[in-house]
């Protein structure tokens, strides 16, 4: 946003519009400022300067950076007891046998954080199936009004755990009895938006597996344990320079095949102070982006082990946290995945998901 906002200015300059390309280069200046992008803004400080008629030179713009703002993100782990409701959204598009279909899944519960005799943490949660939506059929299709697949549910409610007092995972503690629970009342879901037609039953066994699948003990506490791990564990003590990609390596879940754990490549950036809700006045939580891909040399042995010709696929995600506990306040995942099989590599999946959550404590 910030190269495009700079780019922006040096049309307008070029068109002759020197008004706009000025204040267009001081909108890129305070967003270099937010984002803590000195080298950009020390170019753009020459860019304003030559537009202004000034001169440019090294000293000009030492002077202007002077006051260029250096943060740093100290993340510690320091969660307190206390309440909170969580809100899960996903939106997916696939494309499968040439449909486009695309999916909703929703839920909305309740979290409790308390503290053990031991010193550590128990996190229970309530509520988790009253406001549910799988969100396994299709909402709308393209050229054709019965849906020719379900997706997996997805967005489901998270399992019971503990983590000791520095915060790390110790384990889960409710996942076989919530998975029965949710294995149920997700076919109860399924079979009531269930559409008519000949292929209706096909179509409702092929979501029932897919429910028998996803919704295991085994990997609901998997996915518990890496959603933890992702919005939490992984910054604890970290020190973290505004605008600097680190990188690291760790195993995640295979977008489109959550059985599947390779180790992926992981790059990271603490980018800006944000508030930490949309009411909040003062920017007190850090906003912190992730990037990860999966290891070249593991994904090609797991393409070999089911028998795709090809498969590919990225995991974005933005997550809102504060420094000084680490109680996360949002996350946002961007996935795709590309897989196909057979010669030609005519049969093929191509999908995308979007899921935001958001978590709201008490005194918010």
């Keep these: 946003m910030v190269i495009k906002q700079s780019d922006v200015g040096t049309v307008l300059h ?33 860019l304003l300067l030559t537009w202004r008629g000034e001169s440019a030179g090294d000293a000009q713009t030492a002077l202007l950076m002077e006051d260029f703002p250096q943060r740093r993100a100290v993340l510690q782990f320091g969660w307190r007891p206390g309440d909170a409701r969580i809100t899960l959204e996903s939106h997916r598009e696939c494309v499968d046998g040439g449909q486009i279909a695309a999916s909703r899944a929703a839920a909305t519960f309740e979290r409790r954080v308390g503290a053990d005799k031991d010193g550590g943490w128990s996190v229970s949660y309530t509520d988790r199936l009253s406001r549910y939506e799988p969100g396994v059929w299709p909402t709308m299709t393209q050229g054709s009004e019965i849906p020719q697949m379900v997706f997996p549910p997805a967005a489901p409610p998270a399992v019971d755990f503990k983590v000791s007092a520095t915060g790390e995972f110790e384990g889960v503690t409710d996942s076989t009895a919530f998975a029965v629970r949710l294995a149920a009342e997700t076919e109860e879901l399924i079979r009531a938006a269930a559409p008519s037609g000949d292929r209706s039953r096909s179509l409702i066994g092929a979501a029932f597996e897919a429910t028998t699948a996803t919704f295991s003990a ?13 919005e939490t564990a992984m910054w604890i003590g970290a020190t973290l320079e505004q605008g600097v990609w680190y990188e690291t390596s760790g195993p995640l879940s295979l977008p489109g095949m959550p059985r599947v754990v390779v180790q992926h490549r992981i790059e990271f950036a603490f980018t800006r102070l944000v508030p930490c809700t949309a009411g909040a006045a003062e920017p007190t939580c850090v906003e912190m982006v992730i990037r990860a891909t999966p290891d070249e040399e593991a994904l090609e042995q797991v393409i070999d082990d089911v028998g795709l010709a090809a498969y590919t696929a990225s995991t974005e995600a933005r997550i809102v946290t504060d420094p000084a506990t680490l109680l996360p306040y949002a996350r946002e995942e961007r996935l795709y995945w590309y897989a196909s099989a057979g010669e030609g590599r005519q049969d093929f999946v191509l999908e995308s998901e979007h899921l935001v959550s958001t978590t709201s404590y008490g005194a918010d």
Excluded at 16 to 45: H, K, P, S
């Design 14 to 46: 070029r068109l002759g519009d020197n008004a706009a390309a000025l204040a267009a280069i001081e909108t890129a200046l305070e967003m270099d400022r937010e984002y803590g992008f000195e080298d950009e803004a020390r170019e753009n400080y020459k």
């Design 218 to 230: 085994e990997m609901l506490e998997a996915a518990t344990a890496e959603n933890y791990q992702l």
